[in-house]
């Protein structure tokens, strides 16, 4: 399913050894993988596809070329975003051309510095092109305060 959704060998990079893979105990359906005890990911019952955490998010940013799964965005607004606010299309300074909406995406400083994780709202060319709206929902800074899960 990794392969799949970010791209061809990633769930090999993404989720090696020392995994754990626990199981939802109604259905029996994966729902959490871990490595080394550290939460990597959700996932979501409703599409099947993956929701990382940051040490997820951290772990396929080191394992992907740039510019892929990324959206990179002014130095001014990063410790906004690092703490969890959402990237507005304004903010928004380089992308991957290719990302859909509804896609999990990388929040990245101009330096490749991880500052989130979350789902884009809008298409990498969107948002490039718009000066409005919300192009990622985050749904986890870097230093985020509230508890990972």
Partial sequence: ??????GADIGDALFRKNVLITRSRRTGRIRHVYLDKVLLATLKPKDGFFSLTV?????????????RLRVVVREDVAEFVLRGGDVFARHVVQTDTSLRAGEEVLVVSPEDKLLAV????????EMLAFKRGV???VRRGVEDQRCEG
């Fill in 55 to 67: 040490a997820g998010a951290a772990k396929l940013l080191g394992a992907l070329a740039s510019p």
């Fill in 1 to 6: 399913m990794a392969n799949y959704q970010f």
């Fill in 135 to 137: 192009a990622v929902k």
């Fill in 118 to 125: 979350g789902k884009a709202l809008l298409t990498g060319k």
